[in-house]
């Protein structure tokens, strides 16, 4: 269900644990269907610092294309709203 309803949205809005993993293969699997996805580098936990700086390098190669990387913060300040 949540692939077919992200296939219709405008973003989609990534956190999670274990970045070097599961946030990344979520992260690219929604690429791979057409998504725009918004990474939320203070709301994703990675193994250690070098690890999880790692993916966010990864996802950042995709920029501005496929994916923005930012702060909660700067999400909450700087997105419109899904409406």
């Known amino acids: 269900q949540v692939r077919e309803l992200a296939k219709h ?19 690219l699997s929604a690429i791979d269907a057409g998504c725009k996805v918004i990474y939320l580098t203070d709301a994703v936990a990675g193994l250690n610092a070098t690890s999880q700086k790692e993916a966010e390098n990864i996802l950042s190669y995709l920029s501005p ?15 419109k709203p899904l409406l």
């Not at 949205?9 to 992260?27: D, F, H, P």
């Not at 913060?73 to 997105?79: M, N, P, Q, W």
């Open 9 to 27: 949205a405008s973003r989609i809005v990534i956190s999670g644990v274990v970045a070097e993993c599961c946030v990344l293969s979520t992260a």
């Open 65 to 79: 294309l496929h994916t923005e990387l930012m702060t909660t913060e700067e999400y909450l300040t700087h997105s």
